[in-house]
């Protein structure tokens, strides 16, 4: 059974840090991107962050650039999301998801969903 685990989030005051890890298990093929995507209240889900894991190429929305940071360990076939510098806006219910062909701009696109985790910025 193919399954995506999203874990780390929580609250945190702005400027504050926090580390999302995706585990994903039962693969049966190679996936060849991971990506991670948030929704708040009310908004349309976005692209935050992706990882190509045949090249460890990143991708970063412009709102995050400079302060999260996606990685990827293959032999625990997690990737993380470094989040440092939050802000009230950042606050949002965070989802990884796999590609498996690249980082691509569609959502339709990425194959398997995890649940989401809350990450809530707040004072």
């Known amino acids: 059974q193919v399954q995506l685990v999203e874990s780390g989030g929580g609250l945190v005051q702005p400027g504050g840090s926090l580390r999302l890890s995706c585990a994903a298990s039962g693969f049966t093929a190679d996936y060849y991107a991971v990506g991670w995507f948030r929704q708040a209240p009310g908004k349309e889900r976005e692209g935050v962050s992706c990882?190509?894991?045949?090249?460890?190429?990143?991708h970063y929305a412009d709102s995050v650039k400079g302060r999260f940071t996606i990685s990827v360990d293959t032999t625990k076939k997690t990737v993380y999301l470094q989040m440092n510098s939050l802000k009230p806006e950042d606050t949002a219910v965070y989802y990884c998801?796999?590609?498996?062909?690249?980082?691509?701009?569609?959502?339709?696109?990425?194959?398997?969903w995890g649940q989401g985790t809350q990450v809530t910025v707040s004072s």
């Open positions: 990882i190509n894991i045949s090249d460890g190429r990143t």
């Open positions: 998801a796999t590609d498996l062909l690249s980082c691509r701009s569609s959502q339709d696109t990425y194959d398997y």
